[in-house]
């Protein structure tokens, strides 16, 4: 079945700095990437969607210069928690679907953990 | 505004009982439903969507308009049910699910 693989599971980093996590298909293609991210005990929210080869369209409220999002093939988009603070601290979880014609379910990475110190 | 509510954090069952899972949302147009698993240390992953009318691991759920909800039910729980579930619904009906809106997930636990 169709597999997405999330970069790194768990990453700590200092407050100022910038994080990448990776997400990537591994045995399907999809033009659009999903970002997700995960509070505490709430809900999933919709960050940004990703588009292959143009720009990431971001959900209200989200900083667009903070939360770099890059897609530059059809199996790999990256996600950049730039000069972190430790309110981002949070789990970060992306998730695609194979392209075509029909419906066809999101497929999720693992998530990542990020703690900001 | 588009949410979704389900309001138990914690559902625990002995095994073979009946399972019922809520799930109520609030959306102004058809909006599409649907159920999520997550097991324990397995990514999460599409139980059942409202659309198919399918049942799923003996998991069924019904949307009903006029109450807005959609319960994930089960007749019999089984421990291999223990996990986490989230409801979900998209406004995008039968296309792109990538704007789903999430409830906060509620943790089953089925006891032998």
């Known amino acids: ?117 | 505004a588009q949410r979704v509510t389900q309001p138990e954090k914690l559902l625990s069952v002995f095994k073979g009982a009946p399972v019922e899972l809520k799930c109520n949302y609030s959306y102004s147009g058809s909006p599409e439903l649907f159920w999520y698993v997550q097991y324990s240390r397995q990514r999460l992953q599409l139980l059942l969507r409202h659309i198919s009318r399918e049942s799923i691991k003996g998991f069924t759920a019904d949307l009903n308009k006029g109450e807005t909800s959609f319960h994930l039910k089960k007749p019999f729980a089984q421990e291999e049910d223990s996990a986490m579930y989230y409801c979900a619904l998209t406004s995008n009906y039968g296309g792109s699910q990538g704007n789903l809106i999430f409830g906060k997930g509620t943790k089953l636990s089925v006891k032998p």
């Not at chain 1, 969607?49 to 990256?78: C, M, P, R, W």
Request: hydrophobic letters at 30%.
């Open chain 1, 1 to 117: 079945g169709a597999v997405v693989s999330q970069h790194p599971s768990r990453v700590i980093c200092k407050s100022g700095t910038s994080v990448k996590i990776e997400c990537r298909s591994l045995d399907f293609q999809a033009t659009t990437m999903f970002w997700y991210r995960q509070f505490p005990k709430q809900s999933l929210m919709l960050m940004a969607t990703s588009n292959e080869g143009s720009k990431a369209t971001y959900e209200q409220g989200v900083e667009k210069d903070k939360f770099l999002i890059n897609h530059a093939s059809l199996t790999l988009s990256t996600l950049t928690v730039t000069s972190a603070h430790p309110e981002d601290s949070s789990f970060y979880i992306c998730s695609a679907s194979p392209r075509g014609t029909g419906f066809s379910p999101l497929h999720f990475g693992n998530g990542t953990r990020l703690t900001v110190t």
